[in-house]
């Protein structure tokens, strides 16, 4: 078998064992035994278990940034209406992959995993930067944005995702027990600020971004906490 069908293999192995189990249940021998793999071949691969979670991240990542971009892609009009329809779409798949999504947040904000949250969020900016500064750049090139410096732009959208853990943190437990208003109103306010932010660093009027989605959220934080009524909106709440 090729070496790169080989390494698919065991992440396949791993990612079906990671959502099922979660991080803690998994162990290379299970992940060796589901892949039908050596140990030696494992070895060759990858050198440790926290390696195998950089993969399942890159390629989750990968996943949502394709089913992005081909909204983007998909978009009519300029550079900004790309970005805002490659945000929404962003923020739907996470919301439709929301049980997935459990696995990460549940390594990632469990007290004490400060290692393992800054190897998701470094596998995870490391997919999404190229993307977003070729977004940046081509709103330069139309003149629809005013940057002081593209690379420099990025790395602050990064680092303002990766400074979410505390947010979600209390809105998930806010969700699980029953205060899914609050919940919903707490990401809708980081993200609406963090929107407010990426308008002033683009060089756009107060608005532009829209980079919040409270309906998504609903959806994510019922499907990731198992709330009543699962993935089900109501018309009501969609046009909240």
Request: aromatic share 6%.
């Amino acid at each position: 078998m090729a070496p790169d069908q080989r390494r698919a293999d065991i992440l396949d192995a791993a990612q079906g064992l990671f959502f099922a189990r979660g991080w803690d249940d998994v162990t290379i021998a299970d992940v060796l035994a589901r892949a039908g793999i050596s140990k030696g071949g494992f070895y060759h691969h990858f050198a440790a278990k926290e390696d195998l979670l950089d993969g399942v991240v890159e390629r989750f990542t990968t996943a949502a940034l394709i089913s992005a971009q081909a909204a983007r892609a998909a978009a009519s009009g300029d550079a900004l209406t790309r970005f805002n329809a490659f945000l929404a779409e962003s923020s739907r798949w996470k919301a439709e992959q929301a049980p997935q999504m459990k696995f990460f947040l549940d390594v990632m904000l469990r007290p004490g995993n400060d290692i393992l949250f800054a190897r998701i969020t470094a596998a995870a900016s490391a997919a999404a930067m190229p993307v977003l500064l070729e977004m940046i750049a081509q709103g330069v090139d139309e003149g629809a944005f005013d940057v002081p410096e593209i690379g420099l732009v990025g790395e602050t959208i990064i680092a303002m995702s990766q400074g979410r853990r505390a947010v979600l943190t209390a809105a998930i437990r806010d969700a699980e027990a029953g205060r899914m208003d609050r919940a919903v109103a707490a990401l809708d306010q980081r993200m609406r600020a963090e929107g407010a932010l990426i308008d002033r660093m683009l060089g756009l009027p107060a608005g532009s971004i829209i980079l919040s989605n409270p309906t998504e959220y609903r959806l994510m934080l019922r499907a990731i906490t198992g709330a009543a009524g699962g993935t089900h909106i109501t018309r009501q709440e969609r046009t909240c």
